[in-house]
């Protein structure tokens, strides 16, 4: 029995990805922009029913909902060429359209005005379900309506859906550039908080590592928007390919994710994909094997997260999964494995079992591609605290000084005081230990001794 999944898309950047991807599998599937099914896609071994369902007329509308505090981007998917494909029932904006100003505190307060007509679509696309597995969000960290919007309904689902997991495609803001967003580092970290304590699984992507792709691999001078998202839509298909292309492993939410997170709170993913094309761009890589596409998805250049490998030997990698879609013969994968092995490409955990699994999966009979095999990684790495360790770096001096705070206290959340940021700022410094401290072997008497004082702080507090 299928297990569906509802994908909820959140302001600008969250809505452009989504569009990007159901583009992405409607061509995967067969499926025109007006959501009939072409005449040529006869093949019918793939699960659409996980992310569509068919309404009256047999058409194929996504299981998703558009969510955004501005209508500009959703006005612009209402006037596309995929315009018929959605229920437009479930695309909300609001009414007065001003936005959240690229503000957390806005963002949130917004959201929860509009609660009930939130959970008014979601709760109707949950109950079209038969067996509701979980959510998938995509949504921006530095903007206000990804940022602000995304927690409070993370917050909020797994209040209401708390057996259902929620997994979050996250894009990270670039660090190289500044932004024209001054209130980012705030809105990062009080989107980190959330994603610690409410996400089952975050797929972390970093807006610097898709741009360096986008100019390095794929030669492109000045990336748009448009080829970034693709670029992040070849990600979200390959990751939901043993979904909706199932095979005898992995082909559930759960099946996928429990593999990757050994532990709650270190569920902030990794990935990497290769053979990488872009439009009108031909590719460099001319054969594709197994060996070749596994040993690529280890290469740090192929990551779409930026982390200073090399420079930090002690970092390690919790747990690695490669789709690898193609015409795969399974004795190529034991011999790849075995070749990783040898080379020692890839460093792992002292403190548990740990080694590369890989799925197979098969690809779309509908889309014609240069390439037999392509890969992608999911990968579960310490070295993605640096990540956060920025954020904070570029926090901690904004907070001290309580600069371009005036916008954050007129929302109530802040009026009476700025703990809320505090409390965030603690919450990712205990993410940003506790991957340190998986690089140890002493990590699970550390992991104990961490959840011991947690409880006796809370029972503190209580009394």
Request: net charge negative.
């Amino acid at each position: 029995m299928p297990r569906e999944i509802i994908t909820l898309q959140m302001g600008q950047c969250g809505n452009q990805i989504g569009m990007e991807f159901w583009k992405q599998i409607c061509s995967e599937h067969g499926i025109n922009p007006h959501g009939i099914l072409e005449d040529f896609a006869t093949e019918g071994n793939d699960r659409k029913d996980v992310f569509f369902y068919q309404a009256d007329d047999e058409h194929y509308i996504p299981r998703a909902v558009l969510l955004d505090l501005e209508p500009r981007v959703i006005n612009n998917i209402k006037n596309s060429e995929f315009r018929d494909l959605y229920n437009r029932e479930n695309m909300f904006t609001s009414k007065d359209g001003g936005g959240a100003g690229n503000n957390w505190a806005s963002g949130r307060s917004q959201a929860e005005g509009f609660h009930d007509s939130i959970f008014d679509i979601i709760d109707r696309e949950a109950e079209n379900s038969d067996s509701l597995e979980g959510f998938v969000m995509c949504h921006s960290m530095a903007g206000g309506t990804g940022s602000g919007m995304g927690s409070y309904l993370l917050e909020r689902l797994n209040d209401r859906y708390p057996k259902k997991l929620i997994q979050t495609y996250s894009v990270f803001p670039n660090q190289k550039d500044t932004s024209d967003v001054v209130v980012q580092p705030y809105n990062v970290v009080l989107s980190l908080k959330r994603l610690v304590k409410n996400a089952d699984c975050v797929i972390m992507l970093d807006n610097t590592a898709l741009n360096r792709i986008a100019v390095e691999r794929l030669k492109i001078e000045n990336p748009t928007f448009a080829q970034v998202n693709r670029l992040v839509s070849t990600i979200l298909s390959a990751s939901t390919a043993t979904l909706r292309y199932p095979g005898y492993m992995n082909n559930d939410l759960v099946g996928l994710v429990a593999s990757l997170i050994p532990t709650p709170k270190l569920h902030f993913l990794m990935t990497g994909y290769t053979p990488l094309t872009a439009d009108q761009v031909e590719s460099s890589i001319r054969k594709t094997t197994v060996l070749d596409v596994m040993r690529r998805l280890l290469q740090p250049q192929n990551m779409m997260v930026s982390i200073p490998r090399d420079r930090q030997a002690d970092h390690c990698y919790i747990s690695i999964l490669n789709i690898i879609q193609g015409e795969v013969d399974p004795t190529q994968v034991h011999k790849s494995l075995q070749r990783i092995r040898e080379r020692k490409l890839a460093q792992f955990i002292p403190w548990g079992p740990a080694s590369i699994q890989v799925a197979l999966s098969r690809k779309s009979p509908y889309i014609q591609t240069a390439h037999r095999v392509s890969g992608l990684l999911l990968a579960n790495h310490t070295s993605i605290a640096s990540l956060f360790e920025q954020t904070c770096v570029d926090f901690d001096p904004m907070r001290k000084s309580q600069a371009f705070l005036d916008k954050f206290k007129r929302e109530d959340i802040f009026k009476e005081n700025l703990d809320e940021l505090d409390d965030s700022r603690e919450a990712v410094q205990e993410l940003i230990d506790e991957y340190h401290a998986a690089t140890r072997p002493d990590y699970i008497d550390w992991a104990e001794n961490a959840a011991s004082a947690a409880a006796a702080a809370t029972a503190t507090a209580a009394a």
